[in-house]
């Protein structure tokens, strides 16, 4: 019997290269703090370096005077918008993090490798087809579910958990019916988008699943989202691939949020979404680092994330429990939002 294909991991030193002026959370300090928390990999956990995306990929998302603008500043340093910064590599960094992960997802989509986690920056996620936005240049996981579209996958599912709502890959999605784009994160907060309301346009209407959760929510409450929300709407969705935008910033020591998080929890959603790409796309799934900003817990999160990616079993232990007073209500909110497109919703009961 041949040996099951390996789980990837991308790294690569040049990630690093993308250097604030001054102290800013998002760092080369953050993948230190990755690979220091990882330590020797496991035998079944293989790294991937970076290439970069080539004009083609890129151009399938950011639109060409914005690359052009991209290309003019490549070797200086910029501020782009109040929060992102541009140092005389983070061009090229940004085209190096956006091409290791459309590697790591051709290769998944293709069975070279069952899974993976790209360990890159820039993040990607804000990042919209005309400017760079909230620390992101180039929108990696929308890059990455075109050049996948490009291989003939149809049905896409992007599972966006960072604490902050991923403009950026909604909008570019939110037209069409064949990509889901599901987010959970604090609402209201930055970016000041992903309402309720926000179900996508068009064909795409229902296909944008917004989950905005009040401050404060924590391993319970998130638990409750997935159960009665994400997860039955992605296996009435049967997606061929599953990308998941994952930022680990609304973990409870991280500095820039209000959600209350445990390193578990991040375990806990990767096995969910690892046993639901195992029944639904032949495990097909590719996370890309997104925020996170506590050193510590950022490191301590992804290690759980991978453990949880490359572990053959369900996932042990729960983070079911008792959710805040009031939840019930929010939960009906969520799940009556989204029952017009999603039958599931109005047909199961949610205890």
Request: glycine share 8%; proline share 7%.
């Amino acid at each position: 019997m041949p040996p099951a294909p390996p789980v990837l991991l991308v790294r690569d030193a040049r990630f690093r290269e993308h250097v604030p002026a001054a102290a800013h959370p998002e760092c080369p300090e953050r993948l230190d703090a990755i690979d220091a928390a990882l330590g020797p990999l496991p035998r079944d956990l293989r790294e991937l370096g970076a290439r970069p995306a080539s004009d083609e990929e890129l151009a399938r998302v950011h639109s060409r005077d914005y690359l052009a603008l991209l290309a003019q500043i490549d070797g200086q340093r910029a501020q782009l918008d109040p929060d992102t910064y541009c140092a005389p590599r983070s061009v090229a960094a940004a085209r190096l993090a956006t091409g290791a992960l459309v590697e790591l997802a051709t290769r998944v989509a293709r069975g070279e490798a069952r899974s993976g986690f790209a360990a890159l920056r820039p993040p990607g996620h804000h990042a919209e087809r005309e400017r760079a936005m909230g620390f992101c240049l180039l929108n990696n996981v929308a890059i990455a579910a075109r050049a996948l579209q490009a291989e003939g996958v149809e049905r896409i599912a992007i599972v966006d958990w960072d604490v902050h709502h991923g403009n950026g890959t909604q909008h570019a999605f939110e037209a069409e019916r064949d990509v889901l784009f599901a987010s959970l994160h604090q609402f209201p907060f930055y970016p000041g988008t992903g309402a309720l309301h926000e179900r996508g346009t068009g064909p795409g209407e229902g296909a944008t699943l917004n989950l905005p959760l009040p401050p404060g929510c924590g391993d319970a409450e998130y638990a409750s989202a997935f159960d009665a929300v994400l997860l039955p709407v992605l296996r009435e969705f049967r997606p061929e691939f599953i990308l998941v935008s994952a930022g680990f910033d609304a973990h409870a020591a991280d500095p820039l949020a209000s959600m209350r998080l445990s390193t578990r929890a991040y375990a806990w959603f990767s096995a969910q979404l690892r046993e639901l790409a195992e029944d639904c796309c032949g495990g097909r799934i590719a996370l890309a680092l997104e925020g996170g900003y506590d050193l510590r817990a950022l490191g301590e999160s992804v290690r759980a994330t991978l453990g949880a990616l490359a572990a053959p079993e369900p996932a042990a232990g729960s983070l079911r429990g008792p959710a805040a007073a009031g939840w019930e209500e929010v939960v009906g909110r969520l799940r009556e939002a989204h029952a017009r497109s999603w039958s599931t919703l109005r047909h199961t009961v949610v205890h």
